[in-house]
Nanobody, 124 residues
Framework: QVQLVESGGGLVQAGGSLRLSCAAS????????MGWFRRAPGKEREFVAG????????YHVDSVKGRFTVSRDNAEKAVYLQMNSLKPEDTAGYYC?????????????????WGRGTQVTVSS
């Protein structure tokens, strides 16, 4: 079974950058589609970006396109979210998740393993 641990969150000024990492344990990591979600206080969990197991398909939600980039390194068992030009509205807890579906899905129900999250706070 895959276990996920996020890191890299923190406090940053608007316009700044952060790189989130998600470290996975388990031998089957490379078989999973990986996703990043976020949840802001008082809001629903939101899909941010996803990447297929072979990294040949990626998807970014419109609000982060051109600013965030998802990537993965199967040899390192890690997935990353590079976040540039951060805005205060990006403030949220960020979670990585693993899905056995070969397609990149935006629905949380498609993801069977979740990390505990890392907090990103963007000040104005």
């Amino acid at each position: 079974q895959v276990q996920l641990v996020e890191s890299g969150g923190g406090l940053v000024q608007a316009g700044g950058s952060l790189r989130l990492s998600c470290a996975a344990s388990g031998r089957t990591f490379s078989r999973f589609t990986m996703g990043w979600f976020r949840r802001a206080p008082g809001k629903e969990r939101e899909f941010v970006a996803g990447i297929s197991w072979a990294a040949n398909n990626t998807y970014h939600v419109d609000s982060v396109k051109g600013r965030f980039t998802v990537s993965r390194d199967n040899a390192e068992k890690a997935v990353y979210l590079q976040m540039n030009s951060l805005k205060p509205e990006d403030t949220a807890g960020y979670y990585c998740a693993a899905s056995p579906d070969w397609r990149v899905r935006s629905t949380p129900k498609a993801y069977t393993v979740w990390g505990r999250g890392t907090q990103v706070t963007v000040s104005s």
